[in-house]
Nanobody, 123 residues
Framework: QVQLVESGGRLVQAGDSLRLSCAAT????????AGWFRQAPGKEREFVAA????????RYSDLVKGRFTISRDNVLNTVSLQMNTLKPEDTAIYYC????????????????WGQGTQVTVSS
């Protein structure tokens, strides 16, 4: 069993940077792929980034590639999403998720989910 809690979301201006964190409980978390998804109002949830259990492999959505960086610390059981050069279209609720397999970019492939943290980017 893995429980996930996101933090770090807030209102920022376009061009700003923001770092989201996801704290995981459950000693098996270090064996899981971790991912970030987001959902904007009126839109479907979409894949943002994923990182393998070891942290050696990552995947990104084309929408965020080059601006966002996913990382993890398997000692602290955390996953982070560094977001740079934020745009108004990045406004969404951001969710942390985990699954056993790699690579996974579809939300239905993820077993455990956090409650989400709101990121709002003003223009």
């Amino acid at each position: 069993q893995v429980q996930l809690v996101e933090s770090g979301g807030r209102l920022v201006q376009a061009g700003d940077s923001l770092r989201l964190s996801c704290a995981a409980t459950g000693r098996s978390f270090k064996s899981y792929t971790a991912g970030w998804f987001r959902q904007a109002p009126g839109k479907e949830r979409e894949f943002v980034a994923a990182i393998s259990w070891s942290g050696t492999s990552t995947r990104y959505s084309d929408l965020v590639k080059g601006r966002f960086t996913i990382s993890r610390d398997n000692v602290l059981n955390t996953v982070s999403l560094q977001m740079n050069t934020l745009k108004p279209e990045d406004t969404a609720i951001y969710y942390c998720a985990s699954t056993l397999d790699w690579p996974q970019t579809k939300d239905y492939e993820y077993r455990y989910w956090g409650q989400g943290t709101q990121v709002t980017v003003s223009s």
